[in-house]
């Protein structure tokens, strides 16, 4: 996915996004950071086309995305927003089943639920087929709520902070999963972070927004001191601990 120039305002008078330029690529993690109201919420929904852009253009595999249907879109894309839940009454398997929904034509076949079955299977969610939703843990229906969005078998994934409101335990476990997607089924991923330690441990690329804009955008090496001060204004060292970077307040 590339977003060139990319600019939204919800009243045409102040840009919540101003000049937005980056690539989601496959097989690689894309942790989009900043402060609250940076526009890090609002520029998933422009990728994923529930918000209009009033400038610029996004591109997927060199195709204008206006040119394609909401089910074409779907079949490519899968986004997760915030409090994606479905009816608490909902069971498991059920719920990862609306992830085949871009490929249901009149009813549901055979295929849609071996591919439901396989992915339950792949998150660990077998036993659970037959649960309600409102049974399970907050991190096993954040499992549930990926395994959905991976029924759909797409090509990126936009997950906007799929670890909220989650124990550390099950914020490195959801993490870890979406790091296993991108990099062994090839999937490109771009996810909404706001915690800096998880997104340095998982992630391999970093878009900081700051004041509605790109503050800076690349590898690892664009995560220094200098740049969580300007965008977050706090004082911090990045260290090393058994091969793994952490961002430590001053």
């Not at 391999?204 to 927004?209: A, K």
């Amino acid at each position: 996915i590339s977003i060139e120039s990319l600019s939204f305002s919800y009243d045409n008078s102040r840009y919540i996004l101003d000049n937005i330029s980056c690539h989601i690529e496959t097989q690689h993690c894309l942790a989009i950071l900043g402060n609250n109201g940076a526009g890090k919420s609002t520029l998933l929904k422009c990728i994923s086309r529930i918000y209009p852009a009033q400038q610029g253009h996004i591109t997927l595999n060199g195709t204008n995305m206006a040119e394609l249907t909401r089910k074409e879109l779907a079949r490519q894309i899968a986004y997760v927003p915030q409090n994606s839940l479905t009816s608490s009454h909902t069971m498991v398997f059920d719920a990862v089943l609306l992830g085949r929904k871009p490929y249901i034509h009149w009813d549901i076949s055979q295929t849609d639920q071996h591919i439901v079955a396989a992915i339950l299977e792949q998150f660990s969610l077998t036993a659970y087929a037959s649960r309600y939703l409102n049974e399970l843990s907050g991190g096993e229906l954040q499992k549930v709520i990926l395994a959905r969005a991976m029924a759909q078998q797409p090509q990126f994934l936009l997950l906007d902070e799929p670890t909220n409101n989650l124990d550390p335990r099950n914020q490195h476990e959801i993490m870890q999963y979406v790091q296993e997607l991108a990099q062994q089924q090839q999937i490109g991923v771009a996810i909404v972070l706001h915690d800096l330690n998880l997104a340095i441990r998982y992630c391999d690329r970093f878009l900081l927004l700051k004041d509605s804009t790109v503050y800076t955008y690349g590898g690892p090496e664009v995560i220094t001191p200098q740049a969580i001060n300007e965008v977050y204004g706090m004082q911090v060292e990045i260290i090393e601990h058994h091969g793994t970077k952490l961002i430590v307040p001053c």
